[in-house]
Structure formats: structure tokens, C-alpha cells
């Protein structure tokens, strides 16, 4: 069997799995469905991780009832926002919970950098389908925590900067 | 969705734990005295961990996921029919290769610091998965803008399936899934009654599926 086939029939399992439980949730017009899929943050060590832009997973998600899609793109390895949204309707329905912040690196993030990377967002989605997040959380497994608190709270400061400044702008 | 802001923010889920946490927990399964301590210490960090998301200006604010062993195995301890198992484990039930042990190795993923959960008897679908993160978010966040998060059925079902041990419940790992699909199913109604407006479902194992080189071993953890 072809590598595609395998993937196809992978996604397609894992596809069936998830829709009943995002069906349940679409029952109830004021709860939010999201879904988050990064690479792996398990490791600071960039070299072990998966890479690779979300184009290959658009019709994965196309195909799925979801509110919004929480994803990481604060990193090279994930590609670009146009990858995502590029030959399909995505950009029509969902939100995108968009990564600005690396739970595993320790340098903060610049507020200005963070709002400009957002702008180019916004030539795809408007404003309010738009959440910020961190690419993923500071301690997926309990042994292995990303980072300290203090360089956390500097970088959720400045993602909360980043979209003040942006609503400012509305 | 008038109720959040432009620009929303917010987190995935998880949060380191402090050490003092991680020592009560490991006492907690030895010691039912320590289970109390265990529980006041994971209120009192949950605590200052929204506190701080508030502090920082965060509009939807998560629990840190500080009682669980990671995002999916801690459902070992929360529904009968799974068990928590290390690498070595799994390596000596399915006698695994050294070469499987040198892939570990090389993705920074050998030192048994993340353990797996494991299908090892019919699961009971009516356990209930997040409560005390509910509980608590409700208590600190004040109103109903928080996250609750919650494993996907297929990360689940794809990690719990192990052949040499699973088999002896369900025939294969759709069958698992099935029950799988029930847990959950259970848990969201249970999450929408308890007043959650936002469930994330955390599925990062699709990546693999696509971004995996062909023949490759397992690089998801």
C-alpha cells in the first residue's frame, strides 16, 4: 500500500473518530469547539521535532465541524498562514487560534513582532475569528517543563500587548 | 461569539509544576494521608496560575493541566481498563529492537520521563475525565471565559492500542475507538451541563500522520 494511502486512510480514521464528539459540541450554539495541533513540544531539542507547513492537513480540517483551530506558528517549522488557507474554504468558517508565542524557546517575544506577524493574518480572516495563543503548552509532560515562569508571564504579557495594540486599531 | 473579544487570547493547557507538587503526587499513590496535601497543593498552584494569566492581560485563561501526567496518559488514572506504562515496559511486552531504543535515543525521548497510556480491559466509558479542572476554573476564573481541554479520540486510541495487550478486551483498535468516541461523548455533555464554553481537543498526533517520514518510528510522545 502507497505511503499516501496509508495517510489517507490514517486521516480518514481519525477523522471519524473526532466527528460525533465536535457534533455533540455544535449542538449548543454558545459553546466553542477548538482543536489544537502543533508538531511536538515535548523537547527543546528542534532537531527531533516534525516539521512542516499545514497545507497537508487543510483538507482534514476542511472536512471537520470545528469553531476554531489552535495552531502553532511561531516557529519556521510551521509554515506560513497561506499554507493553511490556501485552495480551500477554511478561511470562510473557522477561527484560528494562531501561535505567536514558542513555550520552548527563552527569549521573549517582541510586542511589535507578534502585531505584525497578526496583520498578515488579517488578510485572510477579520478580526474577530482571530485568537492568539501560544504555539503550544510550557508542560505537556509533567517531568519536562518548557520553561520558567518568569520568562511564561513575560511572554503572555506581551501577547496580551500585542492584541491590545491590535484592537486598538479597529 | 460576541461574548470574546478581537484578538482573543489564550493558552493550550499546560504549566510546569513545581517540584514540591511533583514529590506530593508520587507520595499520593503510596500514601492515601498524602492524597488531601496532594489536592490542596494543585488548588493553590491552579490558583496562582490563573492569577498570573489574569495578571498578564490573558482574556481566556486555562487550569495548567497540574494534575495530570501529561495531556493524554493521565486518563490511566481516570478510567478503569487503562493502565500507565513507560518505554521500558512497552519494550519488553512487545520485545521491541535496540534499534527502537536507539530512535528513542535520537528523538530525546529514552529517559522514561514520559509514560503511556495503555488499553489493557474494556474501558469504562462513563468515568469522568476533568472534573477537578472544572471545578477549579469555575472558583478562580470568577465567570465562564476559560478553556477546558480535553485528549482527542483519536490520540487516545491510536496511543492506548497496543496489540500484545489490548487484544485481550477489544478485537481491534476500531472497536477500541468506539468506546473511545463514548467516553468522550459522555465527558463533553458532561462539560456543556457543568457550564464549559470552550473545549479544546487536543490532537497534535495528526501531524505525525502527515510530516512523518515513510518507515519512520513512532516520533510522537
Not at chain 2, 530512535?103 to 530525546?108: C, F, K, P, W, Y
Not at chain 2, 472497536?175 to 481537543?201: M, R, T, Y
Request: proline fraction near 4%.
Amino acid at each position: 500500500m502507497s505511503e499516501k494511502v496509508k495517510i489517507d486512510q490514517e486521516l480518514k480514521f481519525a477523522s471519524n473518530l473526532l466527528k460525533p464528539i465536535l457534533a455533540k459540541i455544535k449542538e449548543h450554539e454558545d459553546v466553542i469547539s477548538a482543536m489544537h495541533v502543533c508538531r511536538g513540544n515535548w523537547t527543546t531539542d528542534e532537531s527531533v521535532l516534525l516539521s512542516g507547513a499545514y497545507d497537508k492537513l487543510s483538507k482534514f480540517f476542511s472536512g471537520l465541524k470545528v469553531d476554531m483551530l489552535a495552531l502553532e506558528f511561531s516557529t519556521p517549522r510551521a509554515g506560513e498562514v497561506s499554507e493553511l488557507f490556501h485552495n480551500n474554504l477554511l478561511a470562510k468558517k473557522i477561527i484560528l487560534g494562531y501561535g505567536v508565542i514558542n513555550p520552548r524557546t527563552q527569549t521573549v517575544e517582541d510586542v511589535d513582532e507578534i502585531v505584525a506577524r497578526v496583520e498578515k493574518v488579517l488578510e485572510f480572516l477579520p478580526p474577530e475569528r482571530i485568537w492568539l495563543n501560544s504555539d503550544c503548552g510550557f508542560a505537556t509532560f509533567c517531568n519536562r517543563p518548557l520553561n520558567s515562569y518568569e520568562i511564561i508571564e513575560a511572554k503572555l504579557r506581551n501577547m496580551a500587548k500585542a492584541a491590545e495594540i491590535l484592537r486598538g486599531r479597529l | 461569539m460576541e461574548k470574546f473579544p478581537a484578538f482573543c487570547t489564550t493558552l493550550i493547557g499546560s504549566m510546569p509544576r513545581s517540584p514540591e507538587l511533583l514529590e506530593l503526587k508520587k507520595q499520593s499513590v503510596y500514601d492515601e494521608n498524602k492524597k488531601a496535601e496532594y489536592m490542596a497543593k494543585a488548588f493553590e498552584e491552579t490558583k496562582r496560575i490563573v492569577e498570573l494569566q489574569k495578571n498578564a492581560g490573558i482574556d481566556v485563561p486555562v487550569c495548567g493541566e497540574l494534575l495530570r501526567d501529561n495531556f493524554v496518559s493521565f486518563v490511566a488514572e481516570k478510567v478503569d481498563g487503562i493502565s500507565l506504562m513507560s518505554m521500558d515496559e512497552i519494550l519488553e511486552i512487545t520485545a521491541n529492537s535496540d534499534e527502537f531504543k536507539e530512535s528513542l535515543n535520537q528523538m530525546d525521548a529514552s529517559d522514561n520521563s514520559m509514560s503511556n497510556p495503555i488499553c489493557t480491559g474494556r474501558i469504562d466509558t462513563d468515568a469522568r475525565l476533568v472534573d477537578e479542572e472544572v471545578d477549579m476554573m469555575k472558583e478562580f476564573s470568577g465567570n465562564d471565559r476559560y478553556k477546558i481541554t480535553i485528549p482527542s479520540p483519536y490520540i487516545l486510541t491510536r496511543s492506548m492500542w497496543l496489540k500484545e495487550v489490548s487484544q485481550s478486551a477489544y478485537s481491534d483498535r476500531k472497536e477500541l475507538g468506539a468506546d473511545v468516541v463514548k467516553l468522550l461523548l459522555n465527558e463533553v455533555e458532561h462539560l456543556i451541563a457543568s457550564g464549559v464554553k470552550v473545549i479544546q481537543i487536543d490532537e497534535p498526533i495528526v501531524s505525525e500522520v502527515v510530516f512523518q517520514k515513510p518507515g519512520g518510528d513512532n516520533s510522537f510522545y
